[in-house]
C-alpha cells in the first residue's frame, strides 16, 4: 500500500499557472510507478502523466503534452505537475495514484493504479 496526497489546486484564470505536488511513500520498501489524474464532474477518470521508479520512462496525454510537465527529484522524492496556459475545461480533481505492479513501466489505465489520494481541486474560470 502506498499513501499519496496531493496539494497545490485553487481556483485560477483562464490562462494561468498552477504546479501540483504529490507527496507519496510506503512502508513496504518496494518501488511503484507514480501518475496523475483528473476527473471532472459527470465524466470518467482520466489519464495525464506518469515516471517510473527508475525515472528513465515517462509518458504524458497527448490530451495535455503540450501545456502540462511532470517532474520529480527523486524515486521517493514529491511529484510534481506543471499546469501552463489553463482553460475551463480543466476544472476537475487531480489525483496522483501509485502502481505497485509494473514500477517499471508507465501504465496509463486507471485499473492499474491501486493506491490513490483523495485528490485536489482545481477549478479555472474564464
Known amino acids: 500500500q502506498v499513501q499519496l496526497v496531493e496539494s497545490g489546486g485553487g481556483a485560477v484564470q483562464v490562462g494561468d499557472s498552477l504546479r501540483l505536488s504529490c507527496v507519496h511513500s510506503?512502508?513496504?520498501?518496494?518501488?511503484?510507478?507514480v501518475g496523475w489524474f483528473r476527473q471532472a464532474p459527470g465524466k470518467e477518470r482520466e489519464f495525464l502523466a506518469a515516471?517510473?521508479?527508475?525515472?528513465?520512462?515517462?509518458t504524458i496525454s497527448d490530451s495535455v503534452k503540450d501545456r502540462f510537465l511532470i517532474s520529480r527529484a527523486d524515486a521517493k522524492g514529491p511529484m510534481h505537475l506543471q499546469m501552463y496556459r489553463l482553460e475551463p475545461e480543466d476544472t476537475a480533481v487531480y489525483f496522483c495514484?501509485?502502481?505497485?505492479?509494473?514500477?517499471?513501466?508507465?501504465?496509463?489505465?486507471?485499473?492499474?493504479?491501486?493506491?490513490w489520494g483523495h485528490g485536489t481541486q482545481v477549478t479555472v474560470s474564464s
Open positions: 515516471i517510473d521508479w527508475s525515472g528513465t520512462k515517462t
Open positions: 495514484a501509485a502502481d505497485i505492479k509494473r514500477p517499471w513501466m508507465v501504465a496509463v489505465d486507471v485499473e492499474n493504479y491501486a493506491s
Open positions: 510506503t512502508q513496504t520498501g518496494r518501488p511503484y510507478t
